[in-house]
């Protein structure tokens, strides 16, 4: 308890990014370990609804971190208490489903909520009585209050408006119209005179798109392990923040070997952030089995054969069919337009004119207006981006010979053909792919001399797939979260009983120091719709899921209970036999589906 006390003394409710230099190092040390220490040891609890809704969309902490609004298929905007995880509002009115939904990020109770009744309401969380509404012509995309002034952006169909709510009798004014649909508005997280909008477009040429800066790995703006990228975002212009640069990077602690505890020669898997049964990693997901330019092929497992088994390859040419074509079918990424306006707020209602423009990001992926975000200290943004990357050769011959079936196909609409043919037939190129489509998250300096640059970088597999990307209150680590089980993001099987249970990775904690992710969240049945940090280091997190749940990730309070023996790492006990015969039999299917799901990034 009194450690508790101490931290909460020392932490407050600060929420700026503070730099390790003086008197405030020891402030970010505190800061910094409470947050680690949160990631390092979770438990996590569903919130308990009754009825319970048919889809969690959007959710949002107050300020201080006591109440959390989410929003459902219901109609309803639920305030949920974060100590006791209970609901202690449902807020009605709604005639259909509110899309967003945002906490004042200084008045604990106050929010608002936009629906696709084209409706803007806001609320008091604490009486649950409607403050005000009103009607626009378009469902509502996005919403983001003023850190400052009473001014409350909204984006509507192809429009922009500024709204001084406070004021009796104020309307809405428009302040930016554009050619395609609004997708997210974004005001400075400390009322910095900025304001971030995207906007729909058409993805561009891949020859058109930058360049890749992860082809070796995570990008992190410092050394030569990138040189020689060339693009405008070239790493000997960038400069990375004393945040990052002066913080020690501090390795994830020893992973326990899924395969075969004890041992270190076979692959690992990042840590789950909750407890989970004796897993088995997908072997392909860590481990490749195409040989690729440069790259050493892997040993191959004693006893192991890449030809199928007798019997199985009508089920291996299925399965693999039906991977392929699920990832061919797939919808790309939205792509949007990410500008960055100066913005006056003492006269909100001025028009955002072209020089105002201040930056221009195009080809970035949007699939919810929390798939990009300020830093709490307002000095880095991240957003995902499409790039372009060179195809390995190999790969290509490697993919093309696992078609079963006949198929064409033109990935990049620009008279490059894939000609997949029968398994009496042989696979052929009729034209060499020279380029494809990549996708990263990348963290972008917004201010002092390396303002629009990019700092950092990590690829991203299932873009289409990514509905949120936060930064942590400490900017030390970011959420990736993702809203559907994607053959990609498969990470592994748990045995429960004699059955092995497929998990996907749901949800990713990256460091920022050096983009490698460090935490993840596998489940067997949740795909997130939305999700976001507490506000406070070390106060946990929360996500929303499609099925109408919510669920809090918290730090584990119980260990400090002088009765409660800790545990970082436990190995449970191992599967039965039949579970380890039954996952060697579909080892080979494994892999086949491996390369179906890496030839996703050839389908952009």
Same mark, same amino acid.
């Given at each position: ?42 438990? *996590? ?65 106050? &929010? ?18 409607? &403050? ?26 192809? @429009? ?52 890749? /800066? ?9 050394? @030569? ?50 407890? /989970? ?81 201040? &930056? ?68 052929? #190129? ?99 719709? *939305? ?14 899921? @499609? ?21 970082? #790492? ?35």
């Amino acid at each position: 308890m009194l450690t508790e006390l101490l931290q909460h003394r020392e932490t407050g409710a600060r929420k700026t990014c503070v730099p390790r230099t003086g008197n405030a190092g020891i402030e970010a040390d505190i800061r910094s370990w409470s947050e680690s220490d949160f990631l390092e040891y979770c438990e *996590a609890k569903y919130v308990a609804f009754n009825p319970a809704p048919r889809s969690t969309i959007a959710l949002s902490y107050n300020c201080d971190g006591t109440l959390l609004a989410s929003t459902h298929g219901d109609h309803t905007v639920k305030i949920t208490s974060c100590d006791g995880e209970s609901v202690t509002k449902s807020l009605t009115g709604h005639r259909r489903t509110p899309w967003v939904v945002r906490f004042h990020p200084r008045e604990r109770y106050i &929010l608002a909520s936009g629906s696709l009744d084209h409706e803007v309401r806001l609320w008091n969380a604490e009486t649950g009585e409607c &403050l005000r509404k009103y009607t626009f012509g378009k469902p509502i995309a996005s919403l983001s209050f003023h850190y400052e002034r009473d001014v409350l952006a909204i984006a509507c169909g192809h @429009k922009l408006y500024m709204w001084d709510y406070k004021q009796q009798g104020s309307k809405p004014e428009i302040v930016l119209k554009t050619r395609r649909s609004m997708r997210a508005v974004h005001f400075h997280p400390h009322g910095l005179p900025v304001v971030l909008t995207a906007e729909v477009m058409d993805p561009s040429e891949t020859r058109h798109l930058p360049v890749t /800066l992860t082809d070796q790995g995570p990008f992190c703006g410092v050394g @030569k392990s990138n040189a020689g990228v060339a693009s405008e975002d070239d790493p000997s212009s960038v400069t990375t923040s004393t945040m990052w640069m002066e913080r020690p990077v501090v390795e994830p602690e020893e992973m326990m070997d899924a395969t075969n505890p004890g041992s270190g020669s076979l692959p690992v898997l990042p840590p789950s952030m909750v407890p /989970l049964g004796w897993e088995v990693p997908f072997p392909s997901a860590v481990r490749p089995v195409v040989n690729l330019p440069g790259v050493a092929p892997p040993p191959s497992d004693a006893g192991q054969s890449n030809d199928p088994e007798p019997g199985q390859g009508a089920q291996l040419a299925a399965a693999t069919y039906n991977s392929l074509w699920n990832i061919i079918g797939e919808d790309q990424p939205p792509r949007v337009w990410l500008r960055i306006w100066s913005f006056n707020s003492h006269k909100h209602a001025n028009y955002l004119e072209g020089d105002k423009l201040l &930056l221009s990001i195009q080809d970035a992926v949007l699939c919810s207006e929390m798939g990009v975000d300020f830093s709490r200290c307002g000095r880095y943004l991240a957003a995902t981006m499409a790039c372009r990357a060179h195809m390995q050769s190999s790969f290509q011959a490697g993919f093309l010979r696992e078609i079963p079936v006949s198929m064409d196909w033109s990935p990049d609409h620009q008279n490059q053909r894939l000609v997949g043919t029968t398994r009496d037939q042989q696979s052929q #190129i009729s034209m060499p792919i020279a380029e494809r489509v990549v996708f990263e998250v990348r963290i972008i300096a917004m201010d002092g001399l390396d303002f629009g640059k990019t700092l950092k970088a990590k690829r991203i597999r299932a873009a289409h797939c990514l509905t949120s990307v936060q930064f942590s209150p400490t900017g030390e680590h970011i959420l990736l979260a993702y809203g559907k089980k994607h053959s990609s993001l498969l990470r592994s099987l748990v045995a429960q009983q004699n059955s092995l249970i497929p998990l996907h990775t749901i949800m990713e904690i990256a460091r920022t120091a050096d983009m490698m992710v460090t935490q993840a969240l596998p489940s067997t049945d949740d795909e997130i719709n *939305a999700a976001a940090f507490h506000p406070c280091p070390g106060g946990g997190l929360a996500y929303g899921t @499609k099925e109408g749940k919510l669920r809090f990730v918290l730090a584990n309070r119980k260990r400090f209970s002088p009765f409660h023996e800790v545990h970082k #790492i436990r190995s449970p006990a191992p599967p039965s036999e039949q579970s380890l015969r039954d996952f060697s039999d579909l080892r080979l299917m494994m892999h086949r589906t491996y390369l179906s799901s890496q030839s996703q990034a050839n389908a952009s």
